[in-house]
């Protein structure tokens, strides 16, 4: 009788990436309240899929069921963005849809809106980019904005993805009504990508700007 063995999935390791500023790393329970507020922002719902309204359960389901088997299955992982001296939650780095034979992962970014203008979605994603290039020899990253999210447009401009095209009504947004509702809207995609030899230069660039400097992982 003929045996084939299987290749285990490969799996990104349990970590955290530390900045000047700030720690990426797993969600834990105490982060349940502000992950709520977070989500049920409306610059949250609007351009992402997350229910609404975000209920305790859902967060509940997603800090102990969702976010860890998104690392265990080997699709991605997920990381809390906290500020370093108050350790408040200010975002979300998710990892997606990881191809392990071409070395290639999706990234999806949040910012709460209690952190908004401090740079931090900028400084979270490029310090996971290069912890993905240096660290899991990975060859490229890719992000994908909503046509009129200009501000996630800007993320990804800041830390030198270079735009390919655009992937046409490839997206459900959400439009607030008159009667404070939601409504879905069809909307296009920009998508972007991030190699290796396109951060060079960039954080230094950015530490020129005044943006913190990135190293640490553990």
Request: net charge negative; glycine share 6%; hydrophobic share 45%.
């Amino acid at each position: 009788m003929e045996r084939h063995m299987t290749t285990p999935t490969p799996v990104f390791p349990d970590i955290s990436i530390s900045t000047d500023r700030l720690v990426l790393r797993a969600f834990d329970e105490d982060d349940i309240p502000a992950h709520i507020e977070m989500m049920n922002d409306e610059h949250v719902i609007a351009w992402t899929s997350v229910p609404h309204p975000y209920t305790a359960r859902d967060a509940l389901e997603f800090v102990r069921l969702h976010a860890p088997a998104e690392r265990t299955s080997g699709r991605g992982i997920v990381f809390a963005v906290t500020e370093f001296l108050t350790q408040r939650l200010v975002g979300v780095v998710h990892l997606q849809n990881t191809n392990w034979r071409t070395l290639a992962t999706e990234v999806g970014y949040v910012v709460a809106p209690w952190a908004r203008g401090e740079g931090y979605a900028t400084e979270a994603v490029l310090a996971a980019a290069q912890w993905l290039f240096r660290d899991q020899r990975f060859e490229r990253v890719e992000l994908r904005t909503a046509a009129d999210n200009t501000a996630s447009q800007q993320v990804a401009q800041k830390i030198g993805c270079i735009s390919e095209g655009v992937l046409r009504n490839a997206w459900i947004a959400r439009t607030q009504t008159e009667d404070g509702g939601w409504a879905d809207i069809r909307t296009d995609l920009i998508v972007w990508s991030l190699l290796p030899e396109d951060l060079d230069g960039v954080a230094d660039q950015l530490a020129d700007a005044g943006y913190a400097s990135y190293a640490d992982w553990n």
